[in-house]
């Protein structure tokens, strides 16, 4: 019964790092594409999407202030 639980948790887990990955990759994609247009705004708007992604996953005290 526990092993279950082990490998239900461990399931969890793997979809939820498979799920912070692809976004990841979009932001790093969308940070290229801002640097290669020297485009500011495209910039910023991939700044608040990363805070608002750690803030999603992040417990709050290992947060950066």
Do not use: W, Y
Request: hydrophobic share 45%; with cysteine.
């Amino acid at each position: 019964m526990a092993r279950t639980h082990f490998e239900q948790k461990l399931d969890d887990l793997t979809g939820r790092l498979v799920a912070m990955s692809r976004m990841i990759e979009v932001l790093i994609e969308k940070a290229l594409e801002a640097l290669r247009e020297r485009d500011v705004s495209k910039a910023e708007a991939v700044i608040l999407g990363d805070r608002a992604g750690n803030a999603a996953r992040c417990p709050r005290f290992l947060r950066a202030t």
